[in-house]
């Protein structure tokens, strides 16, 4: 038996060759195909499942054994998906997916050369039950309502599917594997396990490591046969799409330690080289997404990601989201902001003098800008002659209030980690932000308002959507499917709940930038 390549594609089509049976060869139909791939495979094992058996033999027969097959390996084995007439010429493909509680993002992968092909994301239509996830979880609970969360996602992704197959002319016969990244809740749901103790003392999910699952058990229209893996989790609050995400960050090879942080609807962070990890997970992603203003929204277009004040004259020029290859004369008015956009804002309002350190406004520097509703100061960030809804964008002292909480407990949640370990911000090599978020956020905009540590905006790099990107990788290729497994064992998770230092910090973290701002040294505070 030859020495398997390092990175092998786990999931392949091969060309057995066969011959058909004769007097002098009258090997059994089943046999003759395993003899033939085993041959391809230079004598590795090769299974094929009872229920194939039927379609195996009817299938040489009417391709006068001319046949190609699509297979793949688990624990150093190899087993039949499917049996196709090589005169079809199937093409075989995958679909990764980022599962998540607001945005589910499935991309296409031709598995023969490991490009993907195409992207499309959606809605998660479990939001229709509740838009958090404790509200998922209650419903699960209750008589038939796991099974109805499960088949949302199912039958929405099936859809998906199909309509991305459909535009590369690829049947479900033809997507033979899937790779789920996910957090512990979502991945529950997606595979019907009851996610009751994931929020409950001691907050155990039902499992952390899953193997692979032909899709038929989980009423995926793709193959049948077609292997589904599924990101494993740390525990409740880590789950496999931070998993995924360390694997396409890189930072469990390097040498040197950095860090990686992906806003969803947690903060979750890690943070370690290739000799170990911690992680962690707190309550501070909706409000960095934009949940936290009334105006505030998922990234999208029409949607302010970049705000500018003129420190003089204290005008706004807003930046927006626009849609792919949009004319200028196509150009949206503003509907609301993202978490980006946000954090550019009361960045922006610090510097300008037109809000304190402890986030309040300033009446005189904003001038007619601020109004009042319901006993509330409001600043007017776009009147309703410039807004794309017919009404005033605003934020509130409540809005800012939320702010200057979420930024003070990611800043909380990365101080703690980098006390834990015992290592300053200042020896950190790379501090890679992931998600949505990541994309769009300007590092020094985070920096002013006391968000993230001040380090050299090069220490900053953004990375897309590592789940999505990390589910992908494991799905193409054997060293980063079994790196998502060996990742998660080499995971050291650091409860904040019962962290007292935690709550110390953050009280210390509730200002602009900081009640240090020794800590900032690159931020110009207005006495």
């Given at each position: 038996m030859r020495e398997k390549e390092k990175n092998y594609p786990w999931i392949r089509k091969v060309s057995p060759g066969l011959t058909p049976p004769s007097l002098r060869d009258n090997t059994a139909d089943v046999d003759r195909l395993i003899k033939g791939i085993k041959k391809e495979l230079n004598g590795e094992e090769v299974h094929v499942d009872f229920s194939l058996t039927g379609k195996v033999s009817a299938s040489l027969k009417q391709s006068g054994y001319d046949v190609s097959a699509s297979i793949y390996e688990e624990h150093g084995d190899w087993r039949l998906i499917d049996i196709y007439d090589a005169q079809d010429n199937e093409r075989i493909c995958g679909v990764a997916i980022d599962l998540g509680s607001t945005t589910v993002v499935l991309r296409l992968i031709d598995l023969e050369t490991g490009v993907a092909m195409d992207e499309t994301s959606f809605h998660n239509p479990q939001i229709e039950i509740g838009a958090d996830?404790?509200?998922r979880i209650h419903f699960a609970t209750r008589g038939e309502g796991l099974l109805h969360l499960q088949r949302m996602l199912i039958e929405r992704l099936n859809k998906e599917i199909a309509a991305l197959g459909r535009k590369h002319l690829v049947g479900p016969s033809g997507i033979v594997g899937m790779s789920v990244a996910g957090n512990t809740t979502m991945t529950h749901l997606f595979l019907g396990l009851n996610p009751y103790g994931i929020c409950r003392e001691p907050y155990i999910p039902v499992v952390n490591r899953i193997g692979l699952i032909p899709s038929r058990e989980l009423g995926l229209d793709i193959n049948p046969g077609a292997p589904v893996l599924v990101s494993p989790n740390v525990g409740s609050y880590f789950g496999g799409d931070l998993i995924a995400g360390i694997l396409a960050s890189g930072i469990h090879r390097q040498d040197e330690v950095s860090f990686l942080v992906d806003v969803g609807t947690n903060a979750e962070v890690v943070v370690g080289n290739k000799e170990w990890l911690m992680a962690c997970a707190g309550a501070a992603g909706p409000a960095l997404e934009g949940g936290v203003a009334d105006m505030g929204m998922m990234a999208a277009p029409g949607v302010i990601d970049r705000v500018v004040i003129d420190p003089v004259t204290r005008e706004f020029t807003i930046g927006m989201i626009q849609?792919?290859?949009?004319?200028?004369?196509?150009?949206?008015?503003p509907v609301?902001?993202?978490g980006s956009g946000l954090i550019d804002l009361v960045a922006q309002l610090f510097s300008a003098g037109m809000i304190d350190l402890r986030g309040r406004f300033v009446e005189e520097a904003c001038g007619n800008r601020i109004v009042e509703e319901n006993g509330i100061q409001q600043l007017v960030v776009v009147p309703p002659k410039d807004s794309g809804t017919g009404r005033a964008l605003t934020?509130?002292?409540?809005?800012?209030?939320?702010?200057?909480?979420?930024?003070?407990?990611?800043y909380t949640i990365l101080t703690t980690v980098a006390s834990t370990v015992n290592i300053p911000f200042a020896e950190i090599g790379k501090f890679y932000v992931a998600g949505t978020f990541g994309s769009y956020i300007d590092p020094r905009s985070a920096i002013t308002i006391g968000m993230i540590p001040d380090l050299p905006l090069e220490t900053y790099v953004s990375l897309g959507n590592t789940s999505l990107e990390g589910a992908s990788m494991a799905l193409v290729g054997s060293e980063a499917r079994e790196a998502l497994f060996r990742i998660r064992d080499q995971i050291t998770y650091l409860e904040l709940n019962v962290n007292q230092e935690f709550m110390n910090l953050f009280s210390a973290a509730k200002f602009i930038p900081h009640t240090d701002t020794s800590l900032f040294p690159t931020v110009a505070v207005r006495e």
């Open positions: 996830i404790l509200t849609d792919a290859g949009a004319h200028p004369a196509q150009v949206k008015r609301g902001i993202c934020l509130s002292q409540t809005d800012l209030d939320g702010l200057i909480r979420s930024k003070a407990a990611m």
